[in-house]
């Protein structure tokens, strides 16, 4: 017999403006890869741009650059996360409207570093 | 040799994420009660190939490739440095905060939500076209490591 899984945080296809939003973690979560994903392509052109200061900074902070950005982008994209999912940031956007900031994010993010190494 | 069974781990864990971002694309068309469970792992893997390919290749990036790059650079096309490596070393962030995120979708009751089908059959979609990219760039990369040698030559 298969056990019935459910979760608390998503409401069920029945059609009202709560059935086309997510649950607080995913609505979270969902947003801080958005805000994450455009500030590490943001980054990039900071630390590009001022190789004296922001680039030695984060070459210096754990002996190369690359993999204080990682870390840096992992550090935001938790601790933003937990707290958009604390306080519900995200909860009220429709379901549509989180995708399409998923996947602008994305392409933005694409843009402005090709762009920029172009 | 080591080293080069390492660097040839990093497209192979991106082509296995690709499997199973593809994997669970096609579970959530169907997802149902019952394949939940499947869905969730899949994802799971995903995040793991993820997670694997950033450390062995970040691993190789930041003790080997310093040679590879002045090769390059030297080379007939140094925009597989300047363009590709540039490019991919960077984007490769947003990857693998994708497939971090994958799991947190997938652990929603998908056979009841649309929305979170939805949000699963979009992050696996941009997953795919993103290690996609990956695996092209890496491609291009190695040729330009090839074709500056081969210049050396003569």
Redesign the interface.
Known sequence: MTPKISHPTVERDTGSQMDRTLGGYTAGFSLSFAITSVLSALLVILKETNKETVFAWMAAATGHHWVTHGLLDLIVFVVLGMVLAKVGGGVRMMANALVATIVGATILSGLIITGFNL | MWNELVLLLHPTFGVLAILASVWVFVETLNAR??N??RIRLASISVAAFLWLA?VVG?YW??VFYGGDKAIIKAGPWPFAH??FM??K???F??L???G??LP??A???L??????R??VL??TT?IVL?SLAMEGAGAFIGMGVKVALLAQQG
């Open positions: 009660e019952d939940q469970g950033y970040g990036y930041v300047s363009f540039e490019s070393e960077h984007l962030f947003t693998l905060l994708l971090s995120f947190i979708v652990f929603n009751d056979a009841a939500s649309k929305p979170a939805t949000l979009w992050v941009l993103l």
